[in-house]
C-alpha cells in the first residue's frame, strides 16, 4: 500500500492547527509517525539527538504537508534541560497538542547479566523523560482543550520476549504508567499506548544480529522463526504503525484512553 500516497487512510486536514512532538523521529517508526501527522495536516516537531537526519526529514515532511515543521535536537536522558526545552519549543511553535513518547530501545539479552546500573539510561530516556515532558506538556494541552499522549513500546507488555529482559521491565513499566496516567489527566487529554510486533525497522536488524551472534543462526534463519508466530507471515511496515499512532491522536479518538493496541500482525496469543 502507498500510505502516503494514494492509500492514505485519513483526511489530509485532520490534524490541521494541531502541533505534534515525534520523540525518537530520525528513523523507523518515529519517522513513519511525523510522515503520517505532516500528511494529515499537522504542524510537527520531529526530536532526536541526529540533527542531520532530523533536517533530512522536515525536508520531506515539507513535500508531505502545508504545516509548519521543525527539527529539534533532544537527548531524553539530558532529563534535566528537558522542561526548559520545551518551554522553549512553545514560546517559539506555539502548544503542543500531541506527544509521541519513543526511544531506542536498550540492548538485548537475559536479564539475569544486567546490573543494576544497565537500568538506568533505558529508564531515564523512557520512563523519566515521558514523565517530564507530560509535566511539562499537559497544563497547556488542558488550556486548549485538546491533548493525545502516546507510547510507542512494545507487545512485551502483554507477553514479554525471550533474551531481552531488561527492554520488558521497561516496557512494562512504562504502561503501567500510562494506565495510571489515564485516571489522572484532564478529561480533554488522552493517553494510550502502541504496541509494536517484527517491524520492519533497524531495530529489529540489530536484535537480528545479536541473536545470530547468541545462537550462530543466520539471518534468514532468525526472520523465519520470527514469521513463524505471525498469521499474516510478513514484517510490519511502520507506516502500517503510524496509521494507528495518528488514529488515537485524531479528535474522534477523545473516547479511547488507557490501552494498549498491539500492531503485531496477530503474534499475540493473549485476549
Sequence with gaps: MDLLGKDFPYAQGALKGKHAMVCGASKGIGAATAKMMAKAGADVTVCARNEAALNTLVEELNTLGNGNHTALKLDLEDTDNLASTVNSLIESSGPVHILINNAGGPPGGPLMNNNVVDFE???????????????????????????????????????????????????????????????????????????????????????????????????????????????????????????????????????????????????????
Excluded: C, Y
Design 121 to 271: 539510561a533505558p529508564f531515564r530516556r523512557h520512563l523519566h523523560a515521558a514523565h517530564t515532558l507530560v509535566q511539562a506538556l499537559a497544563p497547556q494541552m488542558e488550556e486548549q482543550g485538546f491533548g493525545r499522549i502516546i507510547q510507542i513500546i512494545s507487545t512485551s507488555v502483554k507477553e514479554p520476549i525471550p533474551n531481552i529482559g531488561l527492554s520488558n521491565t521497561l516496557r512494562g513499566a512504562m504502561a503501567s504508567w500510562a494506565k495510571s496516567l489515564s485516571n489522572e489527566l484532564h478529561p480533554s487529554i488522552t493517553i494510550n499506548n502502541v504496541l509494536p510486533g517484527f517491524t520492519n525497522t533497524s531495530r529489529l536488524d540489530s536484535l537480528a544480529q545479536s541473536i545470530q551472534e547468541r545462537t550462530g543462526k543466520t539471518a534468514d534463519e532468525v526472520q523465519n522463526t520470527w514469521l513463524a508466530q505471525v498469521p499474516i507471515k510478513r514484517l510490519i511496515d511502520p507506516l502500517e504503525t503510524a496509521s494507528a499512532i495518528l488514529f488515537l491522536t485524531l479528535p474522534a479518538s477523545g473516547g479511547i484512553r488507557g490501552v494498549s493496541l498491539a500492531v503485531d500482525g496477530g503474534r499475540l496469543r493473549s485476549i
